[in-house]
């Protein structure tokens, strides 16, 4: 199962402009794998992992286009405007989704759930393989492009749970349709365009298959996708031949042999390459070295959040768009409010990495917070922790050691704020609660919240508890402000 994919078929209709409706989704995902089993079917899920640098252009730009949705829906929600009237198409899966849904079908529903190292198509198809499955379910045309053996691929849009139907996509016979060999699916996929080789870097291209004037702005998808087989007829079949005349195949569809690097970079992206989810042996003596491929391990194993792997391995932390008002300054950006939170965290993650020689790590971070916060990466430099921990594998590993356990208990709370009294933390805050009131006191001590939506927000902390799924369904979503959700959002988040 594609878990992206997974996600926003099952929050389906739940409201999200007011924050997830967290009870109602965990119902839903049990409900979905229960589905399956009660079919004799094993589901395995597979979660992204941090963007393949080759696409940060595409995530900048889509992250920019999902600001302009973000206002659309803020902008009338002040004007106004029923939640329920605001278009689906600006539907945004609400904070955390990802990282519950991951929490959920490992720890609740008791399935195999896997973290990709980057994007997990290319994990999903190379697990199809060598385990033989049954079939992929996701809602990605690369898997209709890559090699998946004679695993099915099912549609999770079409798919309805009473009667247990959806739609197959069949690669084979998509490739009979058009007349060229199954092989040949990425190269139609690269010059009809994506994430690396965008459908604007194509478009003249586009133009002269279908001869359309340049005036005339919509192409017709019906003429384009056979038009585009055409033109892949006429290239080898062999690899080897094919590789040798790319420079010319670039200057006829991206008009520089140059960019024969980006179609390698597109089409190698169509191929699985495998992944083992075993702990690698590390030849190298270093400590680092060991682990970060540790930590690899428990990422791949779904034992760690996404973005630890990610910042150990020297990659960028990421924050998107989420229901945000970068024209209002009322409320600080999710950026600037967690930077020292992040700081702190990166720190404790890279205490056991060698220094460079500018004597501090810096991290590299993309993080959206208005236009032109995504222009290049920003880096933040890590805060070494007051007092040195004693090594992640004694922090992940040692559960009864009641030393370890107050130090793991230290670091948390002191790096969510430094003003905070542990030992009180620990001793009159209710397990429950820790993470609501940590949240809360760190934002109160940026002195941007009322004293009331304070106190409402921990009372709603308090008592979702007592509230079944029957009850929160039954809540009115009615009235709603715009800074109520943009609140709502930030302490989500």
Known sequence: VDGSSCIRHLYGDLEWIGGAQLKQYGEKAQHFVQAFANLGVRLVFFFDGP?????????????MSKLDSMYIVLDAISNGTPTHVIPKKHFHLPPGMGQLSRVIFKTVCHCEVYQSLTECDEEIA????????FAILGQDSD??????????????EHLNLRNMTTRLYDRWELARSLRIHPSQLPLLATFMGN????????RPFHLNVIRQPVYNRNINFRILVPSIAMFVRTLPLDETQLFSILPDIAIRTLGHPSRDRDIITSLYSYKSHAIDHVREDIDRNDHWSRLVAEARYRHQTNELPSMVYAIMSGLPFESATSVEDFRKNDLPTFASATQPIRERIYGILLQEKPLPESGAHLVPEWCMAGPGSL???????????????PGLLALWNEDKDERVVSVRWHLFVSSVSPNLDVSRVRSTVPSYLVIPTLILFNINELNCLNEWEVNAMLATASCIRYYDVAMLAALPSEPITARGVRVSNLIMR
């Open 51 to 63: 963007t393949a640098e080759k696409k940060r252009k595409t995530w900048v730009e889509r992250r």
């Open 126 to 133: 190379d697990y199809a393989r060598k385990n033989k499955v």
């Open 143 to 156: 898997y209709v492009i890559m090699d998946t053996g004679n695993t099915l691929y099912l549609s999770i």
């Open 195 to 202: 994430d690396i080789i965008t459908s604007q870097d194509l």
């Open 375 to 389: 222009d290049q990466a920003n880096y933040v430099h890590a805060m070494p922790p007051a007092s040195p921990h």
